[in-house]
Nanobody
Framework: QVQLVESGGGLVQAGGSLRLSCIAS????????MGWFRQAPGKEREFVAS????????TYADSVKGRFTISGDNAKNTVLLQMDSLKPEDTVVYYC????????????WGQGTQVTVSS
C-alpha cells in the first residue's frame, strides 16, 4: 500500500517562509511525477506545483510563481516545496501527490498539512 507522509506545515507571518516535505513509500517503482495541491474548505483542490522525473520540468500555478520552488529526488520518491514570501491567501491545507503511471492522474495523496499565514 502506497503511503505519502507530509511534514513542514505550520504558522508563519506574511512574508515568511516554510518548507514542506513529502516521502512516498510502499511502491516497487519510483513515481512518474510528484506534486503539491492545496484545498480550502468547500473549494476544489487547486494545483500548486509539480515536477516530472522524466523531463525534470517543474510546473507552477500562476499564483505561486516566483515564490514557491519544487524539488525532489526520484530515486527516493521525495518532494519538497519551498514556500517564500507567503501571503494570507496561502492559508490552506496542502497535499502531496504522486503519479505512478504515464498518462494517469495523480493517484496517491498525503493526509494534508495545514499552512497558516498571519497578516
Amino acid at each position: 500500500q502506497v503511503q505519502l507522509v507530509e511534514s513542514g506545515g505550520g504558522l508563519v507571518q506574511a512574508g515568511g517562509s516554510l518548507r514542506l516535505s513529502c516521502i512516498a513509500s510502499g511502491s516497487t517503482f519510483s513515481s512518474y511525477a510528484m506534486g503539491w495541491f492545496r484545498q480550502a474548505p468547500g473549494k476544489e483542490r487547486e494545483f500548486v506545483a509539480s515536477i516530472s522525473w522524466i523531463s525534470g520540468r517543474a510546473t507552477y500555478a500562476d499564483s505561486v510563481k516566483g515564490r514557491f520552488t519544487i524539488s525532489g529526488d526520484n530515486a527516493k520518491n521525495t518532494v519538497l516545496l519551498q514556500m517564500d514570501s507567503l501571503k494570507p491567501e496561502d492559508t490552506v491545507v496542502y497535499y502531496c501527490a504522486a503519479k505512478w503511471l504515464y498518462g494517469a492522474d495523480f493517484g496517491s495523496w498525503g493526509q494534508g498539512t495545514q499552512v497558516t499565514v498571519s497578516s
